[in-house]
């Protein structure tokens, strides 16, 4: 006999602790629709009150880079130091940033 889960397709669940923070992946599950893996990932990953917001994403809908595209797609942006805000000084007012 299947499991029904094993059916279901498979969520990745991203979890945002405090507000003015990014949001962080913090595991996957099954469920069979966004509804319940919102409630799933509510109670699998937040049962203490973690964060305060929840983003639940299909997994077969992410695309993402190939490891062996790394150079490729990475390393042309290192002799543009002029793109990294590493020449502004911020106030010590402005948090998460």
């Given at each position: 006999?299947?499991?029904?889960?094993?059916?279901?397709?498979?969520?990745?669940?991203?979890?945002?602790?405090?507000?003015?923070?990014?949001?962080?992946?913090?595991?996957?599950?099954?469920?069979?629709?966004?509804?319940?893996?919102?409630?799933?990932?509510?109670?699998?990953?937040?049962?203490?009150?973690?964060?305060?917001?929840?983003?639940?994403?299909?997994?077969?809908?992410?695309?993402?880079?190939?490891?062996?595209?790394?150079?490729?797609?990475?390393?042309?942006a290192s002799d543009k130091v002029y793109r990294h805000p590493t020449f502004y000084k911020l106030?010590?007012?402005?948090?998460?940033?």
């Amino acid at each position: 006999m299947s499991d029904t889960r094993d059916e279901w397709p498979l969520w990745e669940v991203f979890v945002r602790p405090k507000s003015g923070l990014d949001h962080k992946h913090c595991g996957s599950l099954h469920a069979a629709d966004s509804a319940m893996a919102l409630n799933l990932a509510r109670e699998v990953y937040t049962r203490r009150q973690e964060g305060v917001s929840l983003w639940v994403v299909r997994s077969d809908q992410i695309v993402a880079s190939d490891p062996a595209d790394k150079d490729m797609l990475f390393e042309p942006a290192s002799d543009k130091v002029y793109r990294h805000p590493t020449f502004y000084k911020l106030p010590d007012s402005v948090d998460h940033m």
